[in-house]
């Protein structure tokens, strides 16, 4: 995904660069050689990100407009948004939704999305947080990413996504390894470096392996 002269500026545009994650695919990134977007909420409180082949730009990731402005003349986006100021539910139906629309009038096809696991599943069609003895405060932030999720699958097939879930133990601290193992929607594994979720997203940027569908990743 090499800068050339037919496209614009930057390789990847990352929504929600300011968070852990993020910010851990931002730096897989640029290690890579990939030219990033970085887009939060407020600039101001993530001055760190700017530098060498990462521009830092406002965007509100639930403006379809806002999206497509900042999505437009990149290869790809990444989206790893959250906020703790609105309920999960309405937050992400409103972010994929923007994200949807936004990235199609940008002309971005391409879209890795990072989300939680407890979606994954426990048998066919049972989510984690199906099971009746799953907290009700986590199930709410759950359903949200599972509204993300059927949009994503109910979105026009010209947007080409993948939906990256880590297990529910993300290290955020442990050293990556620079490998990981791949699956379908179900539960996969234990754990995973963040680390090395980020270069299983940034995988799915450079040689996109899996279409329109949630896979699992884990050590």
């Known amino acids: 995904m090499a800068s050339t002269g037919s496209q614009v500026e930057r390789d990847v545009v990352v929504f929600g660069a300011g968070g852990q994650v993020g910010r851990a695919v931002v730096?897989?990134?640029r290690r890579r050689g990939l030219a990033v977007t970085a887009a939060v909420r407020d600039p101001e409180r993530h001055r760190d990100l700017a530098g060498e082949g990462v521009a830092l730009v406002r965007c509100d990731v639930?403006?379809?407009?806002?999206?497509?402005a900042?999505?437009?003349?990149?290869?790809?986006?990444v989206s790893t948004v959250y906020t703790p100021d609105v309920p999960s539910t309405p937050f992400y139906a409103?972010?994929?939704?923007?994200?949807?629309?936004?990235?199609?009038?940008?002309?971005?096809?391409?879209?890795?999305h990072v989300g939680i696991a407890t979606t994954l599943e426990t048998a066919p069609g049972v989510a984690v947080?199906?099971?009746?003895?799953?907290?009700?405060?986590?199930?709410?932030?759950?359903?949200?990413?599972?509204?993300?999720?059927?949009?994503?699958?109910?979105?026009?097939?010209?947007?080409?996504?993948?939906?990256?879930?880590?297990?529910?133990?993300?290290?955020?601290t442990a050293p990556g390894t620079g490998r990981y193992r791949t699956g379908g929607p179900q539960v996969l594994g234990d754990r995973i470096a963040q680390a090395d979720l980020a270069v299983a997203v940034v995988d799915q940027l450079t040689t996109p392996a899996h279409h329109r569908e949630q896979i699992a990743v884990a050590e």
């Open 27 to 29: 730096a897989e990134a």
């Open 94 to 112: 409103a972010a994929t939704g923007a994200l949807v629309a936004g990235l199609d009038a940008a002309g971005v096809r391409r879209l890795v």
């Open 129 to 172: 947080h199906d099971d009746p003895a799953f907290p009700e405060a986590y199930r709410a932030f759950s359903l949200g990413h599972a509204r993300a999720l059927d949009l994503l699958r109910a979105s026009d097939a010209a947007l080409d996504w993948v939906v990256v879930t880590p297990p529910l133990d993300l290290d955020r």
């Open 70 to 77: 900042t999505a437009r003349g990149h290869a790809a986006a």
């Open 62 to 68: 639930t403006d379809e407009a806002a999206v497509a």
